[in-house]
């Protein structure tokens, strides 16, 4: 069974456009996250969120919104699409840690956003 | 905030040879993780190294939390090792919430 499962794998879509990826786990963890893989391979922490908190990375636009149903679920909101937001983003789910930090993350399979 | 380098940014090596890459980070981290990136994308996690070594297989990690640098070794490389290597280090950034920042890689590709 996949631990962590995104989808869909692919998505190409227009500018302007307003487009969803879903995201689940089954480990169950009690935090998950999205981060976006830029075309250097560079990777950032979009969010992280639990069921006490969301934590917004500030540099992340408005129109990028996080939406968790249930504790297994986090689907990631985007609106009108710019070509910029073409990237790679990942799931990735962890425990919490001991004393609140970060526990050991481990990751969806990836959605490439593909934005004309 | 905190940064994370990572060298040698690209590496090439010959199957069956031995390497060492680093990870430098700029501030007490509270944790340390090493992830492979595959050819095809998929980020898989090697170990969570907060200070000590750590071995699974052919890899093994060392971090050294006070003079803050970590070191991933692959030992009789594979065509398989191939891929991007990230380290990303785990700080705590306030108000009780911790923040993982990635280095930007490095790009090992074994040859046969």
């Known amino acids: 069974d996949t631990a962590v499962s995104q989808t869909p794998k692919y998505l190409v879509t227009q500018m302007g456009n307003d487009k969803s990826i879903k995201c689940e786990q089954n480990l169950g963890h009690d935090t998950m996250y999205w981060y976006k893989q830029d075309s250097k391979k560079f990777l950032k922490i979009m969010f992280s969120?639990?069921?006490?908190?969301?934590?917004i990375n500030e540099t992340v636009p408005n129109r990028f919104s996080p939406k968790s149903p249930d504790k297994a679920h986090l689907n990631l909101h985007i609106n009108s699409l710019e070509l910029g937001d073409s990237a790679v983003y990942f799931c990735?789910?962890?425990?919490?840690?001991?004393?609140?930090?970060?526990?050991?993350?481990?990751f969806g399979p990836g959605t490439r956003l593909t934005v004309l | 905030g905190i940064q994370v380098e990572q060298s040698p940014p690209d590496l090439i090596l010959q199957e069956g040879a031995n390497s060492t890459l680093r990870c430098n980070f700029s501030d007490s981290v509270n944790n340390l993780q090493w992830f492979h990136q595959n050819p095809w994308g998929q980020l898989i996690n090697l170990f969570y190294?907060?200070?000590g070594t750590k071995q699974n297989g052919r890899l093994s990690a060392t971090t050294v939390a006070t003079e803050r640098y970590s070191l991933l070794y692959i030992s009789s490389s594979q065509t398989t090792d191939s891929g991007v290597y990230f380290c990303a280090a785990e700080s705590y950034s306030g108000a009780g919430s911790y923040q993982l920042t990635f280095g930007k890689g490095t790009k090992l590709s074994v040859i046969p």
């Open positions: 190294i907060p200070s």
């Open positions: 990735a789910s962890s425990q919490e840690g001991l004393a609140g930090g970060l526990n050991e993350q481990f």
């Open positions: 969120y639990n069921n006490k908190e969301l934590i």
